[in-house]
């Protein structure tokens, strides 16, 4: 597989969980900035910004199975770019029984551009069963308080800086446009995705965090 284009100017960001047995629960967001690009000491720094702003503003939404274990912030720009990455261990702290590991608030990110799969989204790992009003749907109390969290959230990264360096925006980056299918050793076939040759960037204009329960049904480690 190729290596993916570089991006300029853009942040990639991961944040990775632990959700009860799993280990690997993850999100990723990326932040376009202006200035001097950031070292990796600078981008250390500024994963442990990212990192308190989560503990600060999303620890009371997430149930006490929910830890968020490091952040990791690289500059997509080249290659050689700068590279951070911060330790943490923020637990939930909303106590009562769990929703099963798959349960997800889905954020929405809204771009001005229409592409196969709809939008961007963003599967933050929050909630316990007493913030569920059926089966379905989150309770609306409930989703108020994830916006006013991922609000002050975004507000507190957005505000981080480096010696020379801002940030302007949240984006959306696509590395890859349509499938390429291509046969095995066994004689099937398999879509891949096919690689852009120059990344295509987006300015996200507005999020929504939805009502219905998402779900990331690999967090459930396929125990079923």
């Not at 991006?7 to 009860?20: A, E």
């Not at 769990?98 to 771009?111: F, H, M, N, R, T």
Request: neutral net charge; hydrophobic residues 40%; contains cysteine.
């Amino acid at each position: 597989m190729p290596a993916l284009p570089n991006v300029p100017q853009v942040i990639k960001n991961v944040l990775r969980f632990t959700v009860s047995e799993d280990g690997a629960a993850l999100i990723r967001f990326f932040l376009k900035y202006s200035g001097t690009a950031p070292s990796n000491a600078q981008l250390a720094t500024f994963a442990a910004g990212i990192g308190a702003a989560y503990a600060a503003n999303m620890t009371p939404l997430a149930g006490e199975g929910v830890i968020l274990n490091d952040v990791q912030s690289t500059d997509l720009t080249s290659s050689t770019s700068g590279e951070g990455f911060s330790t943490e261990d923020a637990a939930g702290t909303r106590s009562g029984d769990p929703c099963p590991a798959s349960a997800c608030v889905l954020e929405s990110l809204e771009i001005l551009r229409r592409y196969r799969g709809g939008h961007p989204r963003i599967y933050w790992p929050l909630g316990i069963a007493g913030d569920l009003v059926n089966y379905q749907e989150w309770e609306s109390s409930f989703l108020t308080s994830v916006a006013s969290g991922l609000n002050a959230f975004y507000a507190a990264v957005e505000a981080l800086t480096w010696t020379g360096g801002s940030i302007v925006s949240p984006v959306n980056v696509s590395f890859y446009e349509g499938f390429t299918n291509r046969t095995g050793p066994t004689g099937r076939e398999k879509a891949v995705a096919t690689p852009r040759s120059t990344a295509l960037v987006d300015d996200i204009v507005s999020s929504l965090i939805r009502a219905g329960v998402a779900q990331q049904r690999r967090r459930l480690l396929g125990l079923a």
